[in-house]
Nanobody
Framework: QVQLVESGGGLVQPGGSLRLSCAISGINFSLYDMRWYRQIQGKGSELVAQITVRGSSSYVDSVKGRFTIARDNALNMAYLQMTRLTPEDTAVYYC????????WGQGTQVTVSS
């Protein structure tokens, strides 16, 4: 059974940082790309960042230079380091393996507020 479990969300002040983690089990993670999505309340989901099996990363324009996606295949972990957070980053963040079928975590809430 494939499981993705996010952690690391919480409440942070504008300008602060958080690191989200995604623990993957039940699948050979090294064979798959990894993505982080976010769901902003009242809006659709947004692909925030992706890292390929070879370690190439890409980001939505709004987070470029602030967020960093990483993976540790040996530990079956993925990460999203978020810096210089703004209230517009407030969302539920999900890790995702774009397989067939895709695999999703349960989400972790990130709230950026003073």
């Amino acid at each position: 059974q494939v499981q993705l479990v996010e952690s690391g969300g919480g409440l942070v002040q504008p300008g602060g940082s958080l690191r989200l983690s995604c623990a993957i089990s039940g699948i050979n993670f090294s064979l798959y790309d990894m993505r982080w999505y976010r769901q902003i309340q009242g809006k659709g989901s947004e692909l925030v960042a992706q890292i390929t099996v070879r370690g190439s990363s890409s980001y939505v324009d709004s987070v470029k230079g602030r967020f960093t996606i990483a993976r540790d295949n040996a530990l079956n972990m993925a990460y999203l380091q978020m810096t210089r957070l703004t209230p517009e980053d407030t969302a539920v963040y999900y890790c995702n393996i774009p397989a067939f079928p895709p695999y999703w975590g349960q989400g972790t809430q990130v709230t950026v507020s003073s």
